[in-house]
């Protein structure tokens, strides 16, 4: 059967990878040169790799199709691209340079049209919708509009619920509250949104340890598992070391999910 | 010469790239006569089982394939649809396959299973191959597809894969190889897959 899957994150800022934390590239750091970091997740066998243009969408930038071609050729794995996708011809072209799947993110917050149309000629597989939750004020988990950089009103669940109806094939969910932070994935909110999600499910932000990836499968309900500090940085002082775990190891604490 | 088929189905960066890591050497065309000078053949694909005869047949590659594969004995691998026209149909379209194979396409029962089979699982060797050298490993590939081979003669077989059914992850008879999963994005155990086959 299907195996849970692991998948470090890597972040692409002015064509190199940084890292933030709470989606701050102010409190970020550069990692590296994004080839340079396929080239080691190849050799470490990496399940699969999310790229993201942290700037792409914020600038109102068209996707770098040269970059994403690079990434494309230089991976032995499965690839997910997401950043500054606007419409169904820049997916195409993304697709046929040898993407597997593209994340939508800030383009499905008010308007579920792209989706539809994705999902519909490309097939619901290889969309993936990109949940941003960060607490509001009053601690209550929102869906975070990370463009202008605020809470929306939506409740994550009913959120989710509605991408999966519009044709999403995958959720990518990032508790921004721990993204960077080393403090562990936010179980409560997976849980909640686990329960009636009827797509494979992938949480991202906060991963420290494979017992944190272990909870989050195990407790959590995920289909997978992503990653960004943990498979690039080692120690308190975060020196840059770019890893991945040994399939025994995740053998061991992850085990199969039973085909979800 | 290793040639890697070009007939306008999908992207064939990353199988090139992985050639070119193993320390392989290939050319890619769609060409019958660079067709006709290789001594190996690799005949990948993305998409529908009716464009993929269409392409082959409308670059005119269906008498040169036959002629390599048949008579000549050149090994070829097919890979994800590449494997799937090698047999005789598909219930995915009209056309008739290269036929090679004593096999048929069949749909995955979408009523009880997630369709398409998405993501790595495990294939599990029937047979010894020289594709397969490392016995003793637990071979893990990625999938992406929502037909599946069936084949008629049990001695075909080289590996099955568990997706609700068992189904024929990787077929071989003789010359002809054929795998369901994406070798080219099955890293460490599709290098060494290729590496066996560029070898061969």
Known sequence: ????????????????????????????KYIGDPINAIKIFNDKGADELVFIDIDASKEDKEPNFSLISLIATECFMPVAYGGGIKNVQQMKEIYSIGIEKIILNSVLLYDRSLLREASGLFGSQSVVAAVDVKKNIWGKPKVYDHIRKKCTKFNPEDYILSLVESGAGEIYLTSVDREGTFSGYDIELLKSISKNCSVPLVINGGASSLQDMSDAILIGGASGVSASSMFVFKGIHKAVLITYPDYKDLEQIVGSNGGK | MLVVI????????????????????????????????????????????????????ELGLIDILNKKVVIEKVPILGICLGMQLLTRSSEEGMEKGLGWIHADVIKFDSQNLKVPHMGWNVSIPQKQSRLFVKSSREERFYFVHSYYVKCDQQSDILTSTNYGIEFVSAFENENIFGVQFHPEKSHLFGMDLLRNFVEL
């Open chain 2, 6 to 57: 070009d007939y306008g189905m999908g992207n064939i960066g990353s199988i090139q790239n992985m050639i070119k890591k193993i320390g392989g050497k290939c050319l890619v065309s769609g060409d019958p006569e660079t067709i006709d000078k290789a001594s190996k053949l690799i005949l990948p694909g993305v998409g529908s089982f009716d464009a993929g005869m269409r392409n082959l047949r």
């Open chain 1, 1 to 28: 059967m299907l195996r849970s899957r692991i998948i470090p994150t890597l972040l692409l800022h002015k064509k190199g990878l940084y890292k933030t934390v709470g989606f701050n590239i102010s409190k970020g």
